[in-house]
């Protein structure tokens, strides 16, 4: 029998939140949190305001040189030095675009070293915005007190503060141009108020449970 897959955020230094099967979400130390999930198996979610979501043009055919190549083709589009920079790489393209995420190496070594003094192995970790719901043709929002998280496409999304969403979901939406979706699904309120026309938000939960969200749509 696999084991359990239990899902957690880090909240500070030693603090987190999480969910494990048919229980609700909790918030406690990591030592409890470390305490309970002994054999589980653990997915840490990562706060989409440390890595950015990128669709590059696939270097070659040869996946080998991909993992050398990536990070030049993406030196333009982040403000960081590439060397300071840890790339993930989808393993596989989507047509001719490879996914890949980007984050700080800084930001990553913290995380796993916070989990590993508190004796948690993650198995994976996966930015916020792809584990929210979608499908062809959907956005998803969820609003949190102070954030808010986005998805607009398989690999596409972001996180941000609440009173820029606005700003940003409509600068999406105006660049998204003839791809723009068909419906945006919210997690929580008040709905965004959007200047695109033929988009309307499309309430879901009014006082959602990120967790709960989150391992619903989880895709291994």
Not at 79 to 93: K, N, Q
Not at 112 to 123: D, F, K, N, S, W
Not at 196 to 219: H, K, M, N, R
Request: glycine share 6%; charged share 20%.
């Amino acid at each position: 029998m696999p084991a359990p897959l239990w899902f957690f955020r880090l909240l500070t230094s030693d603090q987190a939140e999480w969910l494990s099967p048919n229980s609700a979400a909790q918030r406690g130390s990591l030592s409890e949190l470390a305490a309970q999930a002994m054999g589980a198996r653990l997915l840490l979610i990562a706060p989409g305001e440390a890595i950015t979501l990128h669709r590059v043009p696939l270097p070659s055919r040869k996946r080998s040189t991909w993992a050398r190549a990536v990070p030049y083709a993406l030196e333009d589009q982040v403000v960081e030095d590439i060397e300071t920079l840890h790339f993930a790489l989808g393993s596989m393209p989507e047509g001719d675009h490879l996914p890949v995420a980007v984050v700080s190496r800084d930001a990553l070594r913290g995380w796993l070293e916070t989990c590993a003094q508190a004796g948690l192995a993650p198995a994976a970790i996966v930015p916020e915005p792809l584990l929210l719901p979608w499908q062809e043709g959907d956005w998803s929002i969820l609003l949190e007190e102070q954030r808010a998280v986005t998805r607009t496409g398989r690999w596409d999304g972001f996180a941000t503060e609440r009173d820029l969403l606005e700003l940003l979901l409509n600068q999406a939406l105006t660049e998204a141009g003839d791809a723009k979706p068909q419906r945006l699904r919210v997690w929580g309120d008040p709905l965004p108020t959007l200047t695109e026309t033929g988009v309307e938000p499309c309430a879901e939960d009014s006082a959602p449970e990120p967790l709960q969200i989150f391992a619903s749509a989880y895709q291994p």
